[in-house]
């Protein structure tokens, strides 16, 4: 092949060629095991779900079967050009595997990727290998008629096929040297396109279908409408208190001084008590706007952010608090934080108020774009997600960030709520 | 006494700087941001610093922040903290360093002009000035067990070991007890034996000492 002296546009399709087979025989040689590995210990693993063994594999086999569909689509992008969505849902890493693994199954994404390991290592195989056939094939046709025929015979006078050439002499040999010049032809034209069908095939098999598409609208806006009617209840309580607390203060305020300038000559006595009064009322009022501005956005939270914050709130607490922190410094996203914030001061009154503890425990830590923190405490245990808890408006709180719960507590304890929000740190 | 001061609100900077020049402070400076703060603390060396938590141009701690590196340039230099609200938190951090000369106060305590002023005084002869919120919510959550050497202070001891955190000395837990000081000096004492403590002449040692304590488990 002289490709130099061609056009440009020749030279390259013959580079795309080249370079598909190359591409297609090392995914075809890489795939074929992984995937055939990820189809028989999903199964594998989920048979054995009864007897209790799959439950705790379960979880593991199928996110390492999710890591490496997310491989072969960043793979679908960089080489076929195919943008492949992917529409798992959040999965919780729940304490509880049995539980873990029942999300996992219900999930219709798992299922999927369980169908596309079946066809990847059949259909996929084959198209993914076949550019490298089409283009090596040839080079053996060449071969032959350049001579090998002499050694390549059966011994017994038999002939050596090529296709469907029989080669037992230099004609027949030409021959297959002819077949393999229109095999070559064939590869330049078709080789790329060949390469795109398995591709396309990966994109077929991987993408979401509509309902599930529309079960995920669903969900977001159901999220949304919750996030909408919290934060109109939460100004309504703002309005309210102000109206009841601060302002009326004020007011009273404003009329004892009132008072105050009618009496200071007549009886300067009555004043003074009144000035007293008026000064209570002030520093009432400020008391009160201060718990007001602590429920809407507490001032460590807004000077020094997350970590810092939840260390400030447990030393409020009336219980020895332990906190741990790995936020690699920085800053979580301002609705995620204050999110965040209000869900760990409800779970640590939760935990102060409801379950006896001695000890309480806090963990931040954001890895993988998933701000991951648990509470746990040693108290008497027995918490459930409802049953007017708190912990549902937790839930409700964390969804609007696609945030999940995971909540185990045996009765008798200890108790360890996981709260995981997918975020990015700035 | 030459006073530098940091509050970003016209009005409460305007005001403060009044009171405290009506009780014969001088005013080196009255400044509004974090960085105005900053070269005031290292070219005035004024005798005590009165610093506003928030601060512009960030609005978060850059007042506490500007306080406590000034601190590390030179040791024991005294800072009142005012703040909207105290944090325990940002208490511990002032006292961390455990040289004394530190006032942590809610801006509220300004209306007392008599008692703020007193805590200026303190805090400038290198004593504590700790917002009585703060104490409260310490020996709130050491009495949560029920068992710890706190709730076994008598009513009057735990009265008078408040005031004692705050920073006041004998004389003056005794003026607000309506108490002669002899007995208040006997309550200390006891106190000290109960937590285990050694008695101290020192106001500001024993007030940290206080403080080390029941923070100590944590």
Known sequence: MNTNTKSGGAGSRA?????????????????????????????????????????????????GVRAYAERRRALAERWGGLRVPSAYRPASDSVNPFRCTYA???????????????????????????????????????????GLWRVMGDGDGG????????????????????????????????????FQVHFRLTEAMLTPSQAELAERVRVLTETRRDAVDTSAAELRRIERDL???????????????????MLVDKDPEQAKALLAQARRSSAEALSELRDLVRGIHPPVLAERGLADAVRALALRLPVATEVSVELEGGRVEAPVESAAYFAVSELLTNAVKHSGAGRVWVDLHHGSGRLRISVTDDGAGGAAIGAGS?????ERRLGTFDGVLAVSSPAGGPTMVTMEIPCVLS | MRVVLAEDLFLLRDGLVRLLEAYDFEIAAAVESGPELERALAELEPDVAVVDVRLPPTHTDEGLQCALRARRRRPGLPVLVLSQHVEQLYARELLADGTG???????????????FVDAVRRVAAGGTAMDPQVIQQLLARRSGDGQGPVDRLTPREREVMELMAQGRS???????????????????????????????????RRVLAVLAYLDRDR
């Open chain 1, 15 to 63: 580079r795309g060629t080249v370079l598909a087979a190359g591409r297609g025989l090392a995914l075809a040689v890489a795939s074929l095991p992984l995937s055939i590995l990820g189809f028989c210990l999903s199964l594998v693993s989920m048979a054995l779900i009864p007897i209790g063994v799959g439950a705790l594999t379960t979880p593991y086999v199928v996110k």
């Open chain 1, 104 to 146: 996992l199954l219900r999930d219709p994404a798992t299922w999927r990727d369980l169908r596309w390991l079946l066809v990847d290592m059949t259909a996929g195989f084959v198209t993914a290998l076949l550019p490298a056939v089409l283009v090596l094939y040839p080079l053996e046709g060449f071969a032959l008629a350049a």
């Open chain 1, 159 to 194: 002939a050596y096929w090529y296709g469907f050439v029989p080669v037992d002499d230099q004609p027949t040999a030409l021959g297959a040297g002819a077949l393999a010049g229109a095999l070559l032809f064939v590869a330049h034209r078709y080789t790329v396109s060949v």
């Open chain 1, 243 to 261: 109206h009841d607390g601060a302002q009326a203060r004020l007011v009273a305020m404003g009329m004892d001084l009132g008072a105050v300038e």
């Open chain 1, 390 to 394: 708190g912990l549902a408006g937790v």
């Open chain 2, 101 to 115: 000369g530190i006032g942590y106060l809610l801006k509220d305590r300004v209306f007392d002009a008599e008692q």
């Open chain 2, 170 to 204: 004998n004389a003056a837990i005794a003026g607000k007890l309506v108490v002669t000081e002899r007995a208040v000096a006997k309550h200390t004492a006891n106190i000290f034996v109960k937590l285990g403590l050694e008695v101290s002449d020192d106001d500001n």
